[in-house]
């Protein structure tokens, strides 16, 4: 099983719609949560981390539950230039870090 | 601003070649990491290296080995390129916080035909 799990999308919104990317992890040992942001052809960049009383970042909402292992992005107000694949990244120990294959977003006008 | 380099974007190699990817970065992180990324399958850990001359295996190191000398590089080494490692290898480094942001370099697109 994979250690974590997305939904590949793609997801077609319109520009200013609100739209919620959940992703989630296999080992309840998992200690630290993030979401990148990978341009298409560009290498992946951290959106923010997840922290788990949730934390908002403007427009970027990020939860984790913990009891059920899993973790959600949330976008208000999108934008075209939010279009991007939005990976789950989760460190179980250690400096390594699991990805998740990612979430395709494409914001149409 | 920070910077992770690659070597490459682009590599073509043959069947059998030795291969060496380099990276470099220049935010004095501790840590650097070598991932390849193939569609279906996502980002993958190939190796990683906590300190200078310390290597860790990750998910997949079979058919790859590295080389730390440097705190600010890290080399991957194929040392008998095959076909099935045609992909996009991506350069990563961090502090070694557990929280620690890890920052991309470019990736190498390599072909191995």
Redesign the interface.
Known sequence: RKEVEQDPGPFNVPEGATVAFNCTYSNSAS??F?WYRQDCR?????LM?VYSSGNEDGRFTAQLNRASQYISLLIRDSKLSDSATY?CVV?IS????N????TSLLVTP | DVKVTQSSRYLVKRTGEKVFLECVQDMDHE?M?W?RQDP??????IY?S?DVKMK?K?DIPEGYSVSREKKERFSLILESASTNQTSMY?CAS?F?G??S??F????TRLTVL
């Open positions: 200690q630290s993030f560009k290498e992946p960049k951290l981390s990976l460190r250690g400096y390594a870090l990805f998740g294959k990612g | 840590n990491f991932y279906g399958l996502g980002l993958r850990l990683f906590y860790e990750g991506l961090s070694p557990q929280g942001e890890q991309f370099g470019p990736g």
